[in-house]
């Protein structure tokens, strides 16, 4: 019977720059970068479909809104965080938001 905001530290690196940071960080290859990009796209779409289905929510899913949480001795994506959650509104099957 009420809404409730829970806030916590999240632990990651923005969307925004991750890219350009794995980059300029010298550790990983451009075809490991380039598996990270698209494991996060991936993981952006089904973040998208989960909230949608499930809470019936939509926004624009663009990998620069996300945290992304790496094993960076691997540089395996454990988690990729939806944020920036003043734009979502009511999903609407006939006209989803954009997913990058």
């Given at each position: 019977?009420?809404?409730?905001?829970?806030?916590?530290?999240?632990?990651?690196?923005?969307?925004?720059?991750?890219?350009?940071?794995?980059?300029?960080?010298?550790?990983?290859?451009?075809?490991?970068?380039?598996?990270?990009?698209?494991?996060?796209?991936?993981?952006?779409?089904?973040i998208?479909?989960?909230?949608?289905?499930?809470?019936?929510i939509?926004?624009?899913?663009?990998?620069?809104?996300?945290?992304?949480?790496?094993?960076?001795?691997?540089?395996?994506?454990?988690?990729?965080?939806?944020?920036?959650?003043?734009?979502?509104?009511?999903?609407?099957?006939?006209?989803?938001?954009?997913?990058?």
């Amino acid at each position: 019977d009420g809404s409730y905001l829970l806030m916590g530290k999240i632990e990651g690196l923005s969307g925004r720059n991750f890219e350009k940071s794995m980059k300029k960080s010298g550790k990983y290859t451009a075809d490991q970068i380039g598996v990270m990009m698209k494991t996060i796209a991936q993981k952006n779409k089904e973040i998208a479909e989960l909230f949608r289905k499930t809470l019936k929510i939509d926004k624009q899913w663009h990998i620069k809104d996300t945290i992304i949480e790496i094993d960076e001795a691997t540089g395996e994506v454990k988690n990729v965080i939806p944020i920036d959650w003043e734009r979502a509104g009511g999903y609407n099957p006939d006209s989803p938001q954009e997913i990058d």
